[in-house]
T-cell receptor, first 117, second 114 residues
Framework: KAGVTQTPRYLIKTRGQQVTLSCSPISGHRSVSWYQQTPGQGLQFLFEYFSETQRNKGNFPGRFSGRQFSNSRSEMNVSTLELGDSALYLC????????????????FGSGTRLTVV | AQSVTQLDSQVPVFEEAPVELRCNYSSSVSVYLFWYVQYPNQGLQLLLKYLSGSTLVKGINGFEAEFNKSQTSFHLRKPSVHISDTAEYFCAASTQGGSEKLVFGKGTKLTVNP
């Protein structure tokens, strides 16, 4: 069974550019979440999608956005990149169904390492 | 609001020694609790989770954790560590009946020395 696949693994972008990261969840998983990991702030929740709808959003500026497609694949976009956006971006998928049901846990991908120069 | 505190940022131990990584959580409602491990340049791998039931949870690679509601703790233990256990360990919580969002602790870097 394939795991969570994130592409690309590494990216180098210039300040002011925009970037799109991709995440393919485990087959059958309908919930996809995104996290940002930095040495200073640790792991922070960006947003969660379930059945193409954003269910929850973390405390990030509007430059960070995402979407989910009908096949549960998800993309996140960061516009007008800043040096502080350099981080490891992790995607996690879950079998979770409706909100409030038992939490099945999350499977994480290997991440996309974004460097902004 | 939820928060997760990992009390030690770094834990050095010798091979075959026991280890305990400490985690405390704060929440006004019931929570699910998780431990993840991250090896260099990799994502997070789930070690174990507490959803309900028995407070002693066994996970992969010989790890276990005990949920203590009165002390709001979820400490991770292993009776005998190996060099290959060297990694960063994260404790995380999510709210029962609420968002799927995980709140993570800052992580504990476990270094196993020969």
């Amino acid at each position: 069974k394939a795991g969570v696949t994130q592409t690309p693994r590494y990216l180098i972008k210039t300040r002011g550019q925009q970037v799109t990261l991709s995440c393919s969840p485990i087959s059958g998983h309908r919930s996809v979440s995104w996290y940002q990991q930095t040495p200073g702030q640790g792991l922070q929740f960006l947003f969660e999608y379930f059945s193409e709808t954003q269910r929850n959003k973390g405390n990030f500026p509007g430059r960070f956005s995402g979407r989910q497609f009908s096949n549960s694949r998800s993309e996140m976009n960061v516009s007008t990149l800043e040096l502080g956006d350099s981080a490891l971006y992790l995607c996690a998928s879950s079998l979770a169904r409706d909100r409030g049901r038992a939490n099945y846990g999350y499977t994480f991908g290997s991440g996309t390492r974004l460097t902004v120069v | 609001a939820q928060s997760v505190t990992q009390l030690d940022s770094q834990v050095p131990v010798f091979e075959e020694a026991p280890v305990e990584l400490r985690c405390n959580y704060s929440s006004s409602v019931s929570v699910y609790l998780f431990w993840y491990v991250q090896y260099p340049n990799q994502g997070l791998q789930l070690l174990l989770k507490y959803l309900s039931g028995s407070t002693l949870v066994k996970g992969i690679n010989g790890f276990e954790a005990e949920f203590n509601k009165s002390q709001t703790s979820f400490h991770l233990r292993k009776p005998s560590v190996h060099i290959s256990d060297t990694a960063e360990y994260f404790c995380a919580a999510s709210t029962q009946g609420g968002s799927e969002k995980l709140v993570f602790g800052k992580g504990t870097k476990l270094t196993v020395n020969p």
